[in-house]
C-alpha cells in the first residue's frame, strides 16, 4: 500500500514536469510571434562560449576602402567637440558660463609619490562626479595638446627649445600638480560601505604640456599580461620628462582578479557593458563610473587584454580600421600586428571612439600567465605611441617602423578530440599547410586541421580537449597600409 502511494505520487510527479517542459512549445503554438521572443532571450551571462578573441573578429564589420571619404564612420572629425564637452563635464554649452566663478572651492592636492616607492593604498575621495572635471576644464592642459607643443618656426631659438609647461591635472577628486606622479583610488561604490575596496589609479602629470593617455589592464579579472605591461610603462615615466598626462588602472576588475575569474561576482563580462549606466546592472553601474571618473578624461586609450582561457594571441592591436582617426592612431606602436576589428556594442574601446577618444585594444599572450616575451612587446609598443605624440624622448630609435596590418580569420575543428598542434604563435603559414591535429582517443582516428590561407598565426587554442567547431588558429592574412 505504502509503495502504491509513493508510486503514484511519483508519476504524479514526473507528469507535471513532463507537462510544464511543454508549456513554452504550446505557448509557441498559440502565439507565432512568441518564437522571435524565445530565441533571442536576454542572456543572465554574457557571451560566455567565445570571448571578443574571436567573437569581434567573427563578426566584425569588413574592411572598408580607407581612400572613401564617404563612409558612416567618416564622420568621427565632428566628434573632438563632443570629447571636450564631455571632458569638461558640460551638459550643454549654457551651463559653461557660470562654471567660470565656481573654482574658488579648494581642492585636494595629490601628494608627489615615486612610482618606483612602495607606499601604502591611498583613501578613496568621495567624488561628486561632474563637479571636479567642471572646475578643471579650462585647466587640464589637455584639449587640444598636439597643436600647442610644436613651436613657430620664425620664433626665436629661445622659444622653439622651450616646451610648454603644463598645468594641475585634476582626477577623482584630487589635483595633480605639473611635474609630480601619484597614486589615486578608484572606487565604483557597488559593495557593503565598511567592506568596499578601492582601485589604484596611477597618474604621471608631465612637468611639460600634452596629451592624456589612459592604459586599463584587466578589465577580465584572469589577464595577468596587462597588469604588468601597465606597471612597467607606468613606473618608467619621469615627470620632469613627460610631455603630457599617463593614467593607468592596472586592475579594473579587482574582484574578478582576486578570485582567478575573467568575469565579475554576477558573471558578467565587464567589457560588454560599457559606457554602462548609473541605475543598470552590477557591470552597468562599474562601467559607467570607470567612465566617466577616469576615461572622459582621456585623449587616447589603450586597453590590454590576453587570449580568453585556454587561448593565446601573439601581441598586436584591434582596431576600427574603417575610423580614419583610429587608423591614424594605430601608426604609432612601432612594428605590432595590428588586426581589423570594428568592435562590438558594449565593449570600453567601442564606447571610447563614439565619446572622440582615439582607442584601441592590445592583445598579448593567454591568461592566467605571466609571459616576459609579451609583456616586452606591449610595453615597448606604449613607449613608442608616447614617442610618436611627443610625450617622451626615446634614445636608439632607429628609423620610423610601422605597424603590419592583417585582415584575419579564425579555423575551427570540425571534429571532438585532443588538439596537437604543429604550429607555434607567430609562424608564418601557407595555404594546405597542416596547423595540427585532433586526435579521437577512443577510435584512435586523427584529423589533420589545415590552413585556407597564406598568412601568420596571430592566435590560437593550446593542446586541449576540443569540439568540432571550435576556433583553433587565428591567421593573418596581411592587408595594405591604412591610407596608401
Given amino acids: 500500500m505504502l509503495f502504491q502511494r509513493h508510486h503514484h505520487r511519483t508519476t504524479h510527479t514526473m507528469l507535471a514536469g513532463f507537462f510544464l517542459a511543454l508549456a513554452p512549445f504550446s505557448a509557441l503554438a498559440d502565439n507565432p510571434n512568441a518564437q522571435a521572443v524565445s530565441e533571442t532571450p536576454e542572456p543572465l551571462v554574457a557571451q560566455l562560449a567565445e570571448d571578443e578573441s574571436v567573437e569581434d573578429v567573427v563578426h566584425s564589420e569588413p574592411r572598408r576602402d580607407t581612400q572613401k571619404k564617404s563612409s558612416p564612420k567618416a564622420k568621427e572629425p565632428a566628434q573632438p567637440e563632443a570629447k571636450k564637452a564631455a571632458k569638461a563635464g558640460k551638459q550643454s554649452t549654457p551651463t559653461s558660463e557660470p562654471n567660470a566663478t565656481k573654482p574658488k572651492q579648494?581642492?585636494?592636492?595629490?601628494?608627489?609619490?615615486?612610482?618606483?616607492?612602495?607606499?601604502?593604498?591611498?583613501?578613496?575621495?568621495?567624488?561628486?562626479?561632474?563637479?571636479?572635471?567642471?572646475?578643471?576644464?579650462?585647466?587640464?592642459?589637455?584639449?587640444?595638446?598636439?597643436?600647442?607643443?610644436?613651436?613657430?618656426?620664425?620664433?626665436?631659438?629661445?622659444?622653439?627649445?622651450?616646451?610648454?609647461?603644463?598645468?594641475?591635472f585634476t582626477l577623482l577628486g584630487n589635483e595633480?600638480?605639473?611635474?609630480?606622479?601619484?597614486?589615486?583610488?578608484?572606487?565604483?561604490?557597488?559593495?557593503?560601505?565598511?567592506?568596499?575596496?578601492?582601485?589604484?589609479?596611477?597618474?604621471?602629470?608631465?612637468?611639460?604640456?600634452?596629451?592624456?593617455?589612459?592604459?586599463?589592464?584587466?578589465?577580465?579579472?584572469?589577464?595577468?599580461?596587462?597588469?604588468?605591461?601597465?606597471?612597467?610603462?607606468?613606473?618608467?615615466?619621469?615627470?620632469?620628462?613627460?610631455?603630457?598626462?599617463?593614467?593607468?588602472?592596472?586592475?579594473?576588475?579587482?574582484?574578478?582578479?582576486?578570485?582567478?575569474?575573467?568575469?565579475?561576482?554576477?558573471?558578467?563580462?565587464?567589457?560588454?557593458?560599457?559606457?554602462?549606466?548609473?541605475?543598470?546592472?552590477?557591470?552597468?553601474?562599474?562601467?559607467?563610473?570607470?567612465?566617466?571618473?577616469?576615461?572622459?578624461?582621456?585623449?587616447?586609450?589603450?586597453?590590454?587584454?590576453?587570449?580568453?582561457?585556454?587561448?593565446?594571441?601573439?601581441?598586436q592591436l584591434r582596431a576600427d580600421m574603417n575610423n580614419p582617426e583610429v587608423a591614424e592612431f594605430t601608426k604609432g606602436f612601432d612594428r605590432m600586428a595590428v588586426v581589423h576589428s570594428s568592435g562590438s556594442e558594449g565593449m570600453l574601446r567601442t564606447a571610447a571612439v563614439n565619446a572622440g577618444?582615439?582607442?584601441?585594444?592590445?592583445?598579448?599572450?593567454?591568461?592566467?600567465?605571466?609571459?616576459?616575451?609579451?609583456?616586452?612587446?606591449?610595453?615597448?609598443?606604449?613607449?613608442?605611441?608616447m614617442e610618436k605624440h611627443g610625450m617622451i624622448s626615446r634614445m636608439f630609435v632607429w628609423g620610423d617602423p610601422q605597424p603590419v596590418y592583417y585582415d584575419s580569420l579564425w579555423i575551427r575543428a570540425q571534429h571532438g578530440g585532443i588538439l596537437f598542434s604543429e604550429v607555434e604563435l607567430g609562424d608564418r603559414i601557407s595555404e594546405g599547410q597542416i596547423l595540427g591535429y585532433v586526435a579521437d582517443p577512443i577510435t584512435n582516428e586523427q584529423y589533420p586541421i589545415r590552413s585556407n590561407a597564406n598568412g601568420r598565426v596571430i592566435g590560437m587554442a593550446v593542446d586541449q580537449v576540443v569540439m568540432a567547431g571550435f576556433a583553433a588558429y587565428h591567421i593573418g592574412t596581411e592587408a595594405e597600409v591604412p591610407g596608401e
Fill in 106 to 168: 579648494p581642492r585636494k592636492i595629490a601628494p608627489n609619490v615615486d612610482l618606483k616607492e612602495v607606499a601604502p593604498m591611498p583613501e578613496p575621495e568621495p567624488e561628486p562626479a561632474p563637479e571636479p572635471v567642471q572646475d578643471d576644464a579650462t585647466t587640464t592642459g589637455t584639449a587640444e595638446p598636439q597643436e600647442q607643443t610644436p613651436p613657430a618656426e620664425g620664433e626665436p631659438e629661445m622659444a622653439e627649445a622651450e616646451p610648454i609647461p603644463s598645468e594641475a
Fill in 176 to 315: 595633480v600638480l605639473p611635474g609630480t606622479s601619484t597614486r589615486l583610488a578608484w572606487t565604483p561604490n557597488i559593495q557593503i560601505a565598511g567592506l568596499s575596496q578601492t582601485t589604484p589609479v596611477l597618474v604621471v602629470n608631465g612637468a611639460h604640456a600634452g596629451p592624456t593617455l589612459c592604459l586599463t589592464g584587466a578589465i577580465h579579472g584572469d589577464e595577468l599580461n596587462g597588469i604588468e605591461i601597465v606597471r612597467r610603462a607606468m613606473y618608467d615615466l619621469d615627470p620632469a620628462k613627460l610631455s603630457g598626462q599617463v593614467v593607468g588602472v592596472p586592475i579594473v576588475n579587482l574582484t574578478g582578479f582576486q578570485q582567478g575569474s575573467r568575469y565579475l561576482p554576477d558573471r558578467r563580462d565587464l567589457n560588454r557593458y560599457f559606457p554602462g549606466r548609473s541605475d543598470g546592472t552590477l557591470a552597468d553601474r562599474i562601467a559607467h563610473s570607470l567612465f566617466n571618473s577616469v576615461i572622459r578624461h582621456c585623449d587616447m586609450l589603450v586597453d590590454i587584454h590576453t587570449g580568453s582561457l585556454k587561448r593565446t594571441n601573439l601581441p
Fill in 357 to 385: 577618444i582615439r582607442a584601441v585594444t592590445l592583445e598579448a599572450g593567454e591568461s592566467l600567465r605571466i609571459q616576459e616575451h609579451q609583456i616586452k612587446a606591449g610595453v615597448n609598443s606604449l613607449n613608442s605611441l
